[in-house]
């Protein structure tokens, strides 16, 4: 259809919508443009079918006047009323079972208007007058209603189609009635127009400039409300890909932030650091496929993400086999050391699982998750460049949390925190059955001597330390 082609295009480059901007959409959004604007044309159908509703009850409930002919079966009204009420269920009907395409949206603009007028011309008929009576017609406002009703979906060339078909459609009314009436019915006085039935050229071109304007306002109405509903879809992928990419906390830190970001701002939070990595992991990684590598640390990760979130945690960085998790860093919280040791609970709890299906991944031997979580003050910061930020968080808890993880191995255990966190942890109303064992003492790396609780890997049950055991206890 060449002369269709030509004919969209040139409508295009006059309303602006040339695709470019929708173009420029990944293809999912553009899946999505796709789903708002069938929905936009079935609800482009329902008010439709309310307005001949609503034109089927007027014509119902009106008294008729006494030289209103009596043929109802070949009243012109109603023969208009029946065949617009069913194109309109067709319509509808047609645009719930697929996506109606470009030449059936115009037909249907093109038969809406058509019909109207139709409806209007019959207006002379049915009361026994002359065929100017039909533009006095109050039905004439339906023209706006019909204009105003492409707006819905969110593309200005159909609003122009509708107000140049009705612009045009008046012309041509206009035109048959003086074709059959003769030019004898013109007048200029604006007083015999409103009293006779007689032709005032003059208020004829004032319903066209009236439909044309409205049209034109619509239209460019519509065209930037366009550029903003695109902009908003690409705006809100982005944000979701971001919330997928950095966690909710963070890309809501980010875009709701009340001044723009710059390297350097910073807050200090009292929070919780949860590090884990996976034993062996990096031997393991040369002996295996890749393949079974990636699907076997997305495979842990989806099972410890929700978790993470279920205790109000967030997901800092992946690193390699290892994670980092805060918690109160990104979000303040009273109860970060307390949510952290019962998301470490559970992890814990869950990874004898997941260590029980190494063999489904042509691992040759069992893997083994270990944990650590120090509780304390950081600085939730910003660094990088202007063009090139990131979030992050800073101090001696995180420092001392990575330290610690690599220290299950030293004490031969799967799980560890410091005594000052789980002493903290329980201030918050962490409970353990059977609490975790006690470590006094312990070296750390280059840390001085450290009292540590194992969460996972301990034998005996835990003891409060003597003021003595801890008066050199650093967290």
């Known amino acids: 259809m060449p002369g269709w082609q030509t004919f969209q295009k040139r409508l295009a480059t006059l309303t602006g919508t040339t695709g470019t901007a929708r173009a420029a959409l990944p293809a999912r ?23 001949v509703t609503s034109f089927s009850l007027l014509y119902a409930i009106a008294p008729r006047p006494e030289d209103a002919p009596e043929r109802m079966l070949r ?3 109603l023969i208009v009323l029946m065949l617009y009420g069913a194109f309109t269920v067709g319509r509808l009907v047609l645009a719930y079972k697929w996506r109606l395409p470009s030449p059936l949206l115009i037909l249907s603009i093109l038969a809406d208007i058509g ?37 819905l979906r969110f593309d200005p060339r159909y609003v122009l189609v509708a107000g140049i078909a009705a612009a045009i459609g008046w012309l041509g009314l206009v035109a048959v009635i003086l074709h059959t009436t003769g030019t004898e019915v013109l007048t200029r006085s604006f007083v015999a127009y409103l009293n006779s039935n007689r032709v005032l050229l003059g208020a004829e071109y004032d319903k066209v400039f009236a439909l044309l304007l409205v049209t034109a306002v619509l239209a460019f109405a519509v065209s930037r409300g366009r550029e903003l509903v695109i902009t908003a879809l690409r705006d809100e992928a982005a944000l979701r890909d971001l919330s997928r990419f950095f966690g909710h906390g963070i890309s ?59 205790h109000g945690g967030a997901v800092d960085k992946f690193l390699g086999d290892g994670i980092m998790i805060t918690f109160g860093a990104v979000t303040p919280s009273k109860t970060a050391a307390a949510d952290a040791l019962r998301a470490l609970d559970e992890i814990m709890t869950m990874a004898v699982t997941w260590e029980a299906e190494a063999p489904n991944h042509g691992l040759p031997r069992p893997l083994e998750v270990n944990g650590a979580v120090v509780a304390g003050q950081v600085v939730f910061a910003v660094l990088g460049a202007s063009d090139r930020l990131e979030y992050t968080v800073i101090g001696t808890p995180v420092n001392l949390a990575a330290k610690l993880e690599k220290h299950n191995k030293v004490e031969g255990t799967r799980a560890l925190t410091t005594f000052g966190t789980y002493r903290r ?6 409970t353990r059955a059977p609490p975790g064992e006690q470590r006094p003492a312990r070296s750390v790396a280059d840390q001085a001597a450290i009292d540590l609780v194992v969460m996972a890997g301990g034998t005996s049950r835990f003891r409060e330390p003597t003021s003595a055991s801890t008066s050199g206890y650093t967290e």
Do not use: C
């Open 29 to 51: 959004l553009q899946d999505l443009v796709r789903v708002q604007e069938i929905r936009s044309e079935r609800l482009i159908g329902w008010v439709q079918l309310a307005v």
């Open 75 to 77: 009243d012109p009204v």
């Open 115 to 151: 019909l109207l007028l139709a409806l209007i011309w019959a207006f002379h008929e049915r009361y026994g007058q002359t065929p100017p009576f039909s533009l006095k017609a109050p039905t004439f406002a339906y023209m706006f209603v019909f204009i105003a009703l492409r707006t």
């Open 252 to 310: 809501d830190t980010v875009v709701l932030a009340g001044e723009e970001l710059v390297a350097g701002a910073a807050q200090e939070r009292d929070a919780a650091i949860l590090m884990l990595d996976i034993r062996g992991f990096t031997g393991m990684a040369s002996r295996v496929s890749p393949r079974n590598v990636v699907e076997l640390l997305t495979g842990l990760h989806a099972r410890i993400i929700p978790i993470v979130r279920r």
């Open 425 to 430: 942890a329980v201030h918050q109303g962490y």
